[in-house]
C-alpha cells in the first residue's frame, strides 16, 4: 500500500487513495500512525470515491477511532487530488461524514499552495462548567460537525494541557469525548489556540478547533462577525471567518511531507 504524509499546519496525516475503504482502516491507522514502530502521524485519511461529491474523505484517528471532519486533513486532501492530477478542478465538492465541505485551491506554479474551506454553520452553544483536572473550567460546547470544547485562558502557553486536555476529553458532560481548545486573546480578532485532540491527544493544529474557537470568540465579544481572525495554533496561523449567520469559512496550507509504501 502506498501512501503519501502531508500535513497542515504540523497536523500530519498517512493519505491513501482507494477504490473502496478497507475493512482493517481502524487497525491500519493504530499501527502506521505509531510514531517509533510505524510512519508516525495524527491519523490516517483515505479519499474515495463518492456518489454526492467530486470524492469523499473518511478519517481515522491514531488510536483508531473514525472522525467525522478535520479542517487540516480536507485542505490536504484537496492538495493531494489537484497535485496528483486526480482533478485539474479548483472547486471541489468533498463528502464527509458531517456533510458536503466545498474547497476553493489556489494554485501557484502548478501546485496547490492555500486552501479555502466552507466549513458549514457552527453550532455554539451555553457554556457550562465542569471540574477537570483539578480545574474549574467554562468551557464552551461548539459544533463544527465534530464535538470541541473551548476555555478561554489567560495564558495559553502555561496552561497545563496535558493533564486538563484528556480530563475534559472524557469528561462525563462529552458522553461521546470532545476535542479540547484552550485559547488566549491576543488582541482584536486575534486567538492563541492550544488543542488536545479526541483519539489523537496534543496536536500541532486542528483546524476544526480553530473554527469552534472562532465562532465561541464572537459569541463572547471578543472577535467581529464578518472579518478574518488570526487564530495562531502551535504549527503556525489560520484564518477564520464567521459570518453573522455562525458560517465558517477556514483558510490555511497544506504541504506534502513524502510518499511511503508498506511492506508488511
Known amino acids: 500500500m502506498r501512501f503519501t504524509k ?33 510512519a508516525g502521524s495524527d491519523g490516517m485519511i483515505w479519499i474515495l470515491p463518492s456518489n454526492t461529491a467530486d470524492y469523499q474523505m473518511r478519517i481515522f484517528n491514531a ?10 486533513g480536507i485542505r490536504c486532501v484537496g492538495k493531494f487530488l489537484y497535485d496528483k492530477g486526480y482533478t485539474d478542478k479548483t472547486r471541489l465538492a468533498i463528502e464527509t461524514l458531517s456533510g458536503i465541505r466545498t474547497l476553493d485551491l489556489a494554485v501557484e506554479g502548478g501546485k496547490v499552495r492555500s486552501v479555502t474551506v466552507g466549513m458549514g454553520r457552527a453550532e455554539v452553544s451555553e457554556p457550562i462548567a465542569i471540574d477537570a483536572a483539578g480545574e474549574t473550567l467554562r468551557c464552551i460546547p461548539v459544533s463544527v460537525g465534530n464535538p470541541h470544547a473551548v476555555t478561554f485562558v ?19 458532560a462529552f458522553p ?6 484552550f485559547v488566549q486573546v491576543l488582541g482584536q480578532n486575534r486567538l492563541r489556540m492550544r488543542v488536545w485532540e479526541r483519539g489523537s491527544g496534543i496536536t500541532m493544529a486542528c483546524g476544526t478547533g480553530a473554527c469552534a474557537s472562532a465562532a465561541a470568540a464572537v459569541r463572547e465579544g ?8 488570526t487564530v495562531r495554533l ?6 477564520i471567518t464567521v459570518g453573522e449567520d455562525g458560517t465558517v ?5 497544506a504541504e506534502m511531507i513524502y510518499e511511503g509504501e508498506t511492506i508488511a
Request: negative net charge; glycine residues 14%; contains cysteine.
Open 249 to 253: 469559512v477556514m483558510t490555511g496550507p
Open 176 to 181: 461521546g469525548g470532545v476535542n479540547a481548545e
Open 222 to 229: 471578543y472577535c467581529g462577525a464578518g472579518v478574518p481572525v
Open 154 to 172: 489567560e495564558d495559553a502557553e502555561a496552561f497545563p494541557l496535558e493533564t486538563v486536555g484528556p480530563a475534559v476529553e472524557h469528561h462525563p
Open 6 to 38: 502531508m500535513h497542515g499546519l504540523g497536523n500530519d496525516y498517512l493519505y491513501v487513495y482507494a477504490e473502496k475503504l478497507p475493512d482493517d482502516a481502524p487497525e491500519l491507522s493504530v499501527r502506521l500512525s505509531e510514531r517509533h514502530f510505524g
Open 234 to 239: 502551535d504549527g503556525g496561523d489560520l484564518a
Open 63 to 72: 488510536d483508531g477511532s473514525e472522525a467525522k471532519m478535520c479542517g487540516n
